[in-house]
């Protein structure tokens, strides 16, 4: 493969250019060609008004359908759109994440059993020095008495007059 020298280079880019030109000249005389075959110069002159509302409608009618395929053409290009984000998504999740390279470091013996005994150290370490102390508080518990004596308190109308005279 050889270089190109700039003379070249600028050849290739003239010529390029004056292809894109003549390319998007082409592209506009197709595009007045299809409008000119779709929509036909209209003859007004000598219309009644019956026949002027006729054309109306039926240019509606036209517009109508347009405007549906162009509807339906741009939901499918948004739908393509959806569906190449989910697929560049996917292929991101199945490239993964590239690890970058670890480079090496040369330590000695002494250093890593130096390290090793850091470690050691910092594990040994009293967590518990800094929890917060936390006072129970002891439930009160309702004193527990014979039972029978309370029903016998609580039968007859002594009882049933407490009871009232409780809720109140």
């Not at 393509?80 to 490239?95: A, G, R, V």
Request: proline share 2%; glycine share 6%; charged share 40%.
């Amino acid at each position: 493969v050889g270089l190109i020298d700039s003379k070249e280079l600028s050849k290739l880019l003239k010529k390029a250019a004056a292809m894109l030109v003549v390319e998007g000249e082409e592209k506009e005389r197709e595009k007045e060609r299809v409008v000119n075959e779709s929509y036909p110069p209209l003859q007004l002159s000598g219309m009644s008004v019956q026949e002027l509302q006729e054309l109306c409608k039926e240019l509606h009618r036209k517009i109508d359908v347009v405007d549906e395929t162009r509807y339906d053409m741009e939901a499918k290009a948004g739908k393509n759109e959806k569906e190449i984000i989910s697929l560049n998504q996917k292929i991101i999740e199945l490239k993964g994440i590239k690890k970058p390279n670890l480079k090496r470091v040369k330590k000695t013996t002494d250093d890593m059993l130096g390290a090793c005994t850091e470690t050691s150290r910092l594990t040994k370490a009293d967590f518990k020095a800094n929890l917060k102390t936390v006072k129970k508080e002891d439930e009160k518990r309702e004193e527990v008495t014979d039972w029978r004596k309370n029903v016998e308190a609580m039968s007859g109308m002594e009882g049933r007059k407490k009871m009232f005279n409780a809720g109140q």
